[in-house]
């Protein structure tokens, strides 16, 4: 036995924001772009948040960069974790409404805008369940 024998090298923590983005009582789903991690996945819109920053300030970020749109930013959804094999993702998803452009994409292989029901039959990336679970049951006509 060495010294070390049983330590645990702790597992890389990832924090991440997703805009679930609603227009015309429909969400936008995008899927992962191809020769990335969880490439084919659907996922919200959105990505890592810097040491500087809060939630917020992170998606409002990340959403011009990767959408070239901004969006106001709504009520939190939940947040829930996954332990994937490069770490593990902890994935805060926040309601979100198109204030000016129109989402255009830089990264993913496509966008498509479901009905909340219909969204838990893409194929989604695990950290997303939750989220994508609690949205089907959500309202947004009228809204
Ligand atoms: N943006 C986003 N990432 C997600 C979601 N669900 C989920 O597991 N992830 C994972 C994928 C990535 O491993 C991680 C961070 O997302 P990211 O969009 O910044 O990842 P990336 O690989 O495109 O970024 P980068 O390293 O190239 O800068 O979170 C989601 O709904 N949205």
Known sequence: MTADAGATVPRKQIRVVGAAIVRDGEVMCAQRGGGKQLSGKWEFPGGKIEPH?????????????????????????????????FGTVTLTVFICHLLSGEPRRTEHQQFRWLKPADMPSLDWAP????????ISTMDFMGK
Do not use: N, W
Not at 56 to 82: F, K, M, N, P, Q
Not at 127 to 134: E, G, I, P, Q, R
């Open 53 to 85: 920053e809060t939630p917020r300030e992170a998606l409002h970020r990340e959403i011009e960069e990767e959408l070239l749109c901004e969006v106001e930013i709504g009520d939190e959804v939940c947040t829930d974790s996954y332990d994937y094999d």
């Open 127 to 134: 950290a997303d369940h939750k989220a994508v679970s609690m």
